[in-house]
Nanobody, 115 residues
Framework: QVQLVGSGGGLVQPGGSLRLSCKAT????????MAWYRQAPGEQRELVAT???????NYTDSVEGRFTVYRDYARRTMYLQMNDLKQEDTAVYYC?????????WGQGTQVTVSS
């Protein structure tokens, strides 16, 4: 049974930092591709960052240089380190994996950037 448990959101001022976590069970963590998405109010869900099992990463242009996705293989956890946060980063953040042709999502965690 595949399960993704996301955590780590909160309220932060512009320019601040947060780290999101996504713990995965039921997949082979060191080969599964995983990703972070976000959805702002009234907007479509968008891809933020991807992480392959081999350690390759990709980012959407708006977060390049500010966000870093990485994994702790021993803890079976993917992280999203978010620095220099902007108001436009406010959204619900979701982790996702595709495993054996099925998509699995974490429950979402709210990130609010506001002064």
């Amino acid at each position: 049974q595949v399960q993704l448990v996301g955590s780590g959101g909160g309220l932060v001022q512009p320019g601040g930092s947060l780290r999101l976590s996504c713990k995965a069970t039921g997949i082979v963590f060191n080969i599964a591709t995983m990703a972070w998405y976000r959805q702002a109010p009234g907007e479509q869900r968008e891809l933020v960052a991807t992480s392959t099992g081999g350690g390759n990463t990709n980012y959407t242009d708006s977060v390049e240089g500010r966000f870093t996705v990485y994994r702790d293989y021993a803890r079976r956890t993917m992280y999203l380190q978010m620095n220099d946060l902007k108001q436009e980063d406010t959204a619900v953040y979701y982790c996702k994996t595709t495993w054996r042709r099925n998509d699995y999502w974490g429950q979402g965690t709210q990130v609010t950037v506001s002064s």
